[in-house]
């Protein structure tokens, strides 16, 4: 009888250890959107769009104003942002094709350390929800980089046409919205559960709502684990669509309905959170995986007072909404530098997951900010387009080296080498109006100091988005991944 109590008593303070280890590691939620501009929210200045789940996440939690993703297209900066790494470091970055593609031969390298590898060392369930976009074929999807489960569609969703009709602007491509209900079947993207295609072409009239439904449903299976979740939305990127219970809902038009109804599924993603009392437990993470695509007019969104969009390293380009809500995250706005790169550190740190020595890591934990309301450490942002260094923000001063346009909208987007570099003060200029070069040389060096020291350590790695297939077959498979 005393080592049937003994044994019990060890069997207690097991489980006792377990669930406080739990309880003492907060789960973690990252929602990142697709083509999101600065001001597309409600709380950051949109006067139509209606966003009051992610309003309130901005009031009740941080609200980062000076917030930059790693690069202005999807395939990079999903890279960067699981890595915690610039993409120029792993390949990840294209001087002519700037995503991978439904004939790309390669994807994110099995050398790099992605968020999710980390945390399932560390016991965690991770599941991706959404868009990946760093590589189609078997060994580059989700379940073989550290996910335990996977519900989305491989690349954008403006990807393999049907019929020639192309993601580009132009009369076949305004046609399709002339309807009140765009027709997702123009396009032949696969939906994938882990490493299966389970629907082609997908239907994106519901895309979004059975996203929210896979994350509550991962979400109410995990409770009593600790959790990643990664809901990378395919939309608001154009082409656009929305289900019958959001069509027509917004004053905005269609590219509201779809932003309204991400905002919904994420209310009820939050109602699970506190229905299972893991609202306090829980980490949730919002942002945009770079700014407006700018040349779908209406069927775009905004950058705010920012100048151009998606594509350029302009402001528009690289600064997007960042909201961190929950799990002892103190309420403010703050106007520090933020990079979607400091998520990688931070989760680590706040997981006691261990950070990674073994590789140049450019992101930096700012759980101190989060929680302490301490300054960030972040000095600088490198603007990387395709494989140069473009411009350089260090404090509040932004140098250009390079400028280009946003793909030909509303003019051609000529590469210009800079004689001298333009600079701006952004905590006075966000805009990028008033060129104040000329009047600070000392800035300039000191910028240029920063790029040197970049550059000395750069260790770029070759480009792996060069290589397509060209034997018609572009998935490199027929029915499935397997």
């Not at 001001?39 to 009031?59: C, F, Q, V």
């Not at 192309?166 to 209900?181: A, H, L």
């Not at 950058?303 to 380009?317: F, I, P």
Request: contains cysteine.
């Amino acid at each position: 009888m005393k080592n049937f109590f003994l044994i019990f008593s060890l069997f207690l303070m097991t489980v006792s250890c377990n669930n406080l280890n739990n309880e003492s590691r907060p789960n973690f939620i990252v929602i990142f959107v697709d083509d999101l501009g600065y001001g597309d929210l409600g709380s950051y200045g949109h006067p139509t769009i209606k966003t009051p789940t992610l309003d309130k996440l901005a009031y009740e939690g941080q609200k980062w104003t000076q917030f930059y993703s790693a690069s202005s297209v999807c395939t990079p900066s999903r890279a960067a942002l699981l890595t915690g790494r610039l993409p120029i470091r792993n390949g990840m970055i294209g001087s002519k094709t700037r995503v991978f593609f439904p004939d790309s031969q390669y994807g994110i390298p099995d050398s790099e350390i992605t968020i999710a590898e980390k945390l399932k060392e560390n016991g965690y369930k991770n599941a991706i929800i959404g868009k990946w976009h760093l590589g189609h074929k078997k060994e580059y999807l989700p379940l073989q980089h550290g996910f335990d489960y996977y519900f989305g569609i491989p690349y954008s969703n403006d990807m393999d046409p049907i019929n020639g009709v192309t993601c580009c602007p132009g009369p076949r491509y305004w046609q399709q919205y002339e309807k009140k209900r765009p027709d997702s079947s123009n396009y032949n993207v696969p939906l994938i559960e882990n490493n299966n295609i389970i629907e082609r072409p997908a239907d994106q009239t519901t895309i979004t709502k059975r996203y929210s439904d896979k994350a509550v449903e991962f979400i109410r299976d995990n409770k009593k684990n600790n959790f990643f979740l990664y809901l990378a939305h395919n939309l608001p990127h154009t082409p656009l669509y929305a289900s019958d219970e959001f069509t027509g809902k917004s004053k905005r038009g269609l590219y509201g309905d779809v932003v309204e109804e991400i905002d919904h599924g994420i209310g009820r993603i939050i109602d699970e959170l506190e229905r299972n009392n893991l609202d306090r437990n829980t980490i949730v993470i919002f942002t945009s995986d770079n700014g407006p695509w700018l040349p779908f007019e209406s069927q775009s969104g905004s950058a705010g007072l920012l100048r151009e969009g998606k594509g350029s390293t302009w402001e528009g380009g690289h600064r997007v909404p960042g909201i961190f809500w929950g799990g002892g995250i103190k309420s403010s706005v703050i106007d520090d530098l933020g990079s979607t790169m400091d998520i990688f550190p931070t989760i680590l740190e706040m997981s006691n997951s261990g950070q990674v020595d073994d590789r140049i890591i450019d992101g930096l934990s700012i759980k101190n900010t989060l929680l302490n309301l301490e300054p960030s450490n972040r000095e600088k942002v490198i603007f990387y387009r395709e494989r140069e260094v473009y411009a350089l923000r260090y404090r509040q001063f932004k140098a250009h080296f390079i400028t280009k346009g946003v793909y030909n909208y509303p003019y051609p987007d000529i590469k210009t080498y800079m004689e001298k570099p333009l600079l701006y003060n952004l905590d006075i200029d966000p805009s990028e109006k008033y060129n104040i070069a000329d009047e600070n040389p000392e800035i300039l060096k000191k910028i240029y100091e920063v790029l040197e020291s970049h550059q000395n350590n750069l260790n770029a790695t070759e480009d792996l988005l060069q290589y397509r297939d060209n034997d018609g077959n572009i998935d490199g498979i027929n029915d499935s991944f397997d």
